[in-house]
């Protein structure tokens, strides 16, 4: 459970406040210094299984924001949540893992033999 503290970051968000106050959320935006997650964060980041931070949540917020301010994206606003979302997970070793990458069938020309099946005149 995320502590009175915690919580209240949550909904400090100016970039939620922007969003409240007549934007959608959909403008790609770069992250505001003073990010903080969206009023929603808390209910999704418990239903994905960070239920406490343990009092790293600055620490945490302060190293995402530097982070992508010094990458320069802009993304949306519920994309920043997202993001974060997956650092956290990253950081408990929760992350989703990517699927292993099935092997290419354009891979392994030069293992094979290509004389098979040529006759000694050059046909098939």
Do not use: C
């Amino acid at each position: 459970m995320l502590t009175e503290t915690e919580t209240d970051i949550y909904h400090q968000s100016p970039v939620s406040a922007r969003a409240r106050d007549g934007g959608d959320g959909s403008e790609k935006i770069p992250i505001p210094l003073d990010w903080r997650p969206s009023g929603d964060f808390a209910a999704i980041a418990k239903r994905a299984g960070i239920a406490a931070i343990n009092g790293e949540l600055e620490a945490a917020i302060a190293e995402f924001v530097s982070f992508w301010r010094a990458n320069g994206a802009k993304r949306t606003i519920p994309y920043w949540d997202h993001a974060f979302l997956n650092n956290l997970l990253a950081r408990k070793g929760k992350a989703p893992k990517n699927p292993e990458k099935p092997p290419s069938r354009h891979s392994g020309f030069a293992d094979r033999d290509y004389h098979e099946g040529i006759n000694p005149d050059g046909s098939f």
